[in-house]
């Protein structure tokens, strides 16, 4: 792991339980947007998450995966509204005028958020 276990577990545990969150994203770790909620919300949560990716725990991929989940369409794939062009993890796709690849490119950006915390493996 690229920081040790001992700083990286108490460091998470402070930034989830910060009210407003990170900085000026301003969205609590552990509070994700309703399912209902617009997609700036949403974005700024996911957003957040990987920031701290690298330091999440276990104990709370389950609670965020959860909220993810509540997002998911019934394909499978996530399309989580509109977002401006100006935004730095999206668009992938040229347009999103058609929706299909608006959810295309929320999807890869959820499911590789989803891989990093799976694959680099959060700690215990």
Known sequence: DRIDLRVRTPLFRWLWNQPKGLGYLCT?????????????????????????ADLSTHAALGPILDALEAHRREDGLWDL????????ALPLSATWRAKDARALDWTTRILALASHW???????
């Open 28 to 52: 609590p770790l552990g509070q994700p947007p309703s399912p209902d909620a617009a997609s700036g919300p949403i974005e700024l949560w996911i957003r957040s998450h990987e920031i701290v």
């Open 81 to 88: 509204g509109p977002r401006a062009s100006s935004a730095p």
């Open 118 to 124: 799976l694959g680099t493996g959060a700690s215990a």
